[in-house]
């Protein structure tokens, strides 16, 4: 799952805290009999076993420091990928590439190597601290010479909501600065914040030359982020260039220099939380000089398949990625290696062994595309990847359940759907849920991993998916085991084996995604969208 990304989110994560009781205006079970889904069948789901055991010896495998953290394009991206077509191949899968395990993609990764900033105002220069600050550029050196700054607020611009923080704002050549956090409405999570991609896209189209956020962020924080620009920003090759410089600079950093052209930071951020803030030029000035580390490489996903027997053109599609984040920690830190145990050497192995239990029994109706991904770390690029370049064209793919972070818990967790209340796969899930003996967890919170793994690439473009996981499943209040996994070890060199107490509740996650997949495989009807979800295949009116 991604966490704090400056390229992909800009916007801190937030933990899971509190929010329950969701409720939904409509029974997904009335909804599904509604759209004549339902009922789907008789009786409660057949459940076929996930050894636990076999899981932890993936894990064991894929999260040893001998596989040096999984980064995409580092050290051991081959040797990963390798264990996975094999292990695949082993449970009995056939290649799903053109007759290939891997699909090799292109990428560039950028690194922050130096950052220089400083703010003319009242004829006055104040240079920012490099620790205040970091910068990456488009190009190995880029300099700003003197260039005027054009406050966008929020930067928000979305049709959706009607809000336009640019207007006619003209930014040719010039440095915007705006707030790294989304505008109240967006932060309480009542809007999806438009992507900052796309956003910073128009900002470059409207003649940007850089792009600068005032951060929040407390020191910790800050260093995190400063350390994941050093260690690099990734995108696909075949993504068009960016602005020449991106970057957060300290909010308590910039006041002064804004203090220096008579702006109070507390005014603008009252203003730009308005809903008709509009773009100005202020009166600052901006110089700086940029170093960067850029690097092309390729990477690549694993794809299996099992033929369908009867519709073997159409399929449904697991997908897991296999990335994590590498040596993640600075020479001399007593351990450096991002294992990424739970997040996600779980998810292969569970997607493994769902792939040998699927081969085991009957024949699915539908094939079954097995996808380890790629650089989900870095803003789902290896999905998005294969989204655009599929192994079965995604409007015969009809549907899927992404494996992310799934082991923590023992058995009888309550099942996380994420993705739950948008597809008629609700009333399904519900009822395998119901044949494990488990819950459903009504806890709307976890709703903002939505976008945060690989499923989300194919949502986006129509495919019916869910992510499934019982790690969610809280015991306590406060200080729960998830508590301690999001402020300890996630994305940490702690995120190691020693840190799953056990694999039991993985293994019902994966006899739970087992079958909806196999539902899905064989159904009828396959699953869709309710009419109160804007990803219908095709593009709803706000589908991103
Ligand atoms: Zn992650």
Redesign the pocket.
Known sequence: ???VSASVAGTRPRLLKGRRGFSFALGAGIAAALLGAGPVHGGLPDLSPIDAVRLRQHVEVLADDAFQGREAGGPADRKTTNYIAKALANAGIEPGWRGKWLQPAPFIRRSAVEWRLSGQASGEAIEISPEALVLIGEGKVERIANAPVVFIGHGIVDPASGRDDIGSADLKGAVVLRFAEPPPEYAAGNRPVPDLRLRRALYRSRGAVADIAINDSEDAEFIRLQRGYRLGLMRLGETGPGIGVTGHVKAAAAAPVLAAAGLDLKTMRTQAAMPDFRAATIPLRITAHVETGIRRFRSANVVGRLEGRGRPDEAVIVTAHWDGYGVCLPAGSPDRICN?AI??ASGIAGMIELARALKAGPAPRRSVLFVATTA??HGLLGAEYYASHPAVPLRATVGGVNL??IALRGRGAKLGVIGRGLTTLDPIIRDVARAQGRELLDDSSVQQYFRRSDHFALVKRGVPMVMLTGIFSREREKDDAIDRYFERD??QPGDELEAVPSFDGAAEDVEAALAVVRWMANADVPPRWLPNSPYQRGGGPSAP
């Open positions: 799952m991604i966490g990424g997040d996600n989900e770390e992310d972070t996630y994305h």
